[in-house]
């Protein structure tokens, strides 16, 4: 069984390879823009292609069984029309519901007619980099709802599911909500982050307008949308799922992540 990783290079593609190799599979295809900077286990097809230049794909679909697709809104419908044209029997998507800009992705590739399973994430706890270099520079953080909760997911779970979906069966036709395994709080965040780089940090409660104002240079008009989700998660905190562990055994917390990458917010 061929298996196809598109967005091979990116954070959550080149961990989707990753963990394939690790569950044995034999016939593991990459796609990379550039394939003369990639460094890839030596069963691994490095082929070149770019989800965003669809001319450029149909040799890298050829044989192929099975597909994880890269979030690509702008090509995606002419993206899985090719799937479809080479025969792929499943696309794994990282996507989102229809309360986020990725739902596209799903609705594309259900309408395509190949077989399909979803992905759909919220916060990645790689997104607590935001913080560090004020953490670094402030010994704090500046916001305005510390009691906001929500369930970060680690990226490197989301590619072991991908990874186990990709290898198993009984997956066609169903859409996995991937959270973490617990909800926090903005402020328990930031603890958990104090306790991994043996620091006393301060979460400082500042009005809204000054956090979407210190976002709008990098955000734009997703500032007022990302604050206001804050806002919204106070009464109304993501809940987690157990889903992570329950299709790989095991998910990582945020306590954990938070030790692992100690050296970013030092």
Do not use: C
């Not at 499943?90 to 596209?104: A, F, K, M, R, Y």
């Not at 997104?127 to 560090?132: E, F, G, L, V």
């Amino acid at each position: 069984m061929k298996i196809l990783v598109t967005g091979a290079t990116g954070n959550i593609g080149r961990m989707v390879v990753n963990h394939l190799v690790d569950l044995g599979a034999d016939d593991i295809r990459a796609l990379s823009n550039h394939p003369e900077r990639t460094s890839f286990p030596s069963q691994v097809e490095v082929v070149k292609g770019y989800l965003k230049r669809p001319s450029s794909l149909p040799p890298a679909f050829e044989g192929v069984d099975r597909m994880y697709l890269a979030p690509t809104l702008e090509t995606v419908t002419e993206v899985v029309d090719l799937a479809r044209q080479a025969g792929i029997g499943q696309i794994v998507d990282l996507s989102g519901d229809e309360n986020t800009n990725w739902h596209p992705v799903a609705q594309a590739v259900e309408k395509s007619g190949v077989g399909w399973t979803h992905l759909w994430t919220g916060e990645f706890m790689e997104n607590s980099t935001d913080w560090a270099e004020q953490i670094r520079a402030t010994g704090g953080v500046r916001e305005p709802y510390p009691e906001s909760g929500n369930a970060p997911i680690a990226m490197d779970d989301i590619a072991r599911v991908a990874a186990a979906i990709l290898v198993g069966e009984g997956h066609l036709g169903k859409t996995y909500t991937l959270t973490g395994p617990e909800t926090i709080t903005r402020a328990q965040r930031l603890q958990y982050l104090a306790d991994a780089i043996g620091r006393e940090l301060t979460f400082v409660t500042v009005p809204p307008e000054e956090l979407i104002a210190a976002l709008e240079p990098a955000m734009g008009d997703y500032a007022g949308y990302f604050v206001n989700g804050l806002a919204a998660r106070v009464d109304d905190p993501q809940l987690a799922t157990g889903t992570v562990a329950e299709l790989t055994g095991r998910a990582t917390t945020f306590a954990e992540w938070a030790t692992a990458n100690a050296d970013l917010f030092r």
